[in-house]
Nanobody, 119 residues
Framework: QVQLVESGGALVQPGGSLRLSCASSRSIRTIYRMAWYRQAPRKRREYVAEITHENTTMYADSVKGRFTISRDNARDLVYLQMNSLVPEDTAVYYC?????????????WGQGTQVTVAS
């Protein structure tokens, strides 16, 4: 199983920026999709953004134009650059990886990192 560790969460003022990182225990070249999700208090976990092994990216409408997902294959890291943050972005952000594990489609999750947007 792939182990994922998120970092970079913090308290930031509205309009500010943060960059989250997700470190993978396995080469991300072998992971066909990596994504970020988030879960705000008393809400369901929601999709934020994804990047495939072919570098195709997709975003939730709520973050399009503000967030950018990217990957560093050499360091086995995936990033989420978040700009123009608003209080509604406050949530625990989770990294997710979809990959083949001995031929079986498998999904792994990190423990999450807290992002709080407040003045």
């Amino acid at each position: 199983q792939v182990q994922l560790v998120e970092s970079g969460g913090a308290l930031v003022q509205p309009g500010g920026s943060l960059r989250l990182s997700c470190a993978s225990s396995r080469s991300i070249r072998t992971i066909y999709r990596m994504a970020w999700y988030r879960q705000a208090p008393r809400k369901r976990r929601e999709y934020v953004a994804e990047i495939t092994h072919e570098n195709t990216t997709m975003y939730a409408d709520s973050v399009k134009g503000r967030f950018t997902i990217s990957r560093d294959n050499a360091r086995d890291l995936v990033y989420l650059q978040m700009n123009s943050l608003v209080p509604e972005d406050t949530a625990v952000y989770y990294c997710n990886a979809d990959y083949l594990d001995f031929g079986t489609h498998t999904s792994s999750w990190g423990q999450g990192t807290q992002v709080t947007v407040a003045s």
